[in-house]
T-cell receptor, first 112, second 113 residues
């Protein structure tokens, strides 16, 4: 069935360091891969997304890479700041129904 | 002018009761969803509606019944609440194509005692 695996489950970095979160998906028909950030007690909010016709996308300190052959995609955050501390979710969708299959989440802690 | 709003934000109720959560979106989206986030933060889809029609029902117990009176509203009614129903329930919406951002409501924390 459809499945998204996300690693690591927790990640602690020093302010200014980079953070990388990795996901793999099982359904090769998936063609939309968003990343959501969820702060404590808040709603998930989209931070970046990538479609299957693109290998990499960057938005300021955040970048996402996609390897369709290996069914991997990753989130890269550079120059981390304490306000980046949150739970990050990757997701995959086939785009037909909009249904998102989420990874298990990564709790990122950025230490000042 | 919240894009996706759901009420109530908190809901504490006893086992066996029936409760409803309401959701409204003002984005003009055709598709709305209910997701459940358990105590381990795992987010899982429950239902999806497109223009008032049910398109996804992810093996959710039939005690859960979604209702969409129009494409801007998707409510969730839960009968005979059980302890295991305790979770945060998120409503979301997206454009019909699905290849774009899903906007989430602020969540409803349901606690069954």
């Amino acid at each position: 069935g459809e499945n998204v695996e996300q690693h690591p489950s927790t990640l602690s970095v020093q302010e200014g360091d980079s953070a990388v979160i990795k996901c793999t998906y099982s359904d090769s028909a998936s063609n939309y891969f968003p990343w959501y950030k969820q702060e404590l007690g808040k709603r998930p909010q989209l931070i970046i997304d990538i479609r299957s016709n693109v290998g990499e996308k960057k938005d300021q300190r955040i970048a996402v890479t996609l390897n369709k052959t290996a069914k991997h995609f990753s989130l890269h955050i550079t120059e981390t700041q304490p306000e980046d501390s949150a739970v990050y979710f990757c997701a995959a969708s086939k785009g037909d129904t909009g249904k998102l299959i989420f990874g298990q989440g990564t709790t990122l802690q950025v230490k000042p | 002018d919240t894009a996706v709003s759901q009420t109530p934000k908190y809901l504490v109720t006893q086992m066996g009761n029936d409760k409803s959560i309401k959701c409204e979106q003002n984005l003009g989206h055709d598709t709305m969803y209910w997701y459940k986030q358990d105590s381990k933060k795992f987010l899982k889809i429950m239902f999806s509606y497109n223009n008032k029609e049910l398109i996804i029902n992810e093996t959710v117990p039939n005690r859960f019944s979604p209702k969409s009176p129009d494409k801007a509203h998707l409510n969730l009614h839960i009968n005979s609440l059980e302890l295991g129903d305790s979770a945060v329930y998120f409503c979301a919406s997206s454009p019909a194509t699905g290849l774009s951002e899903a906007f989430f409501g602020q969540g409803t924390r349901l606690t069954v005692v």
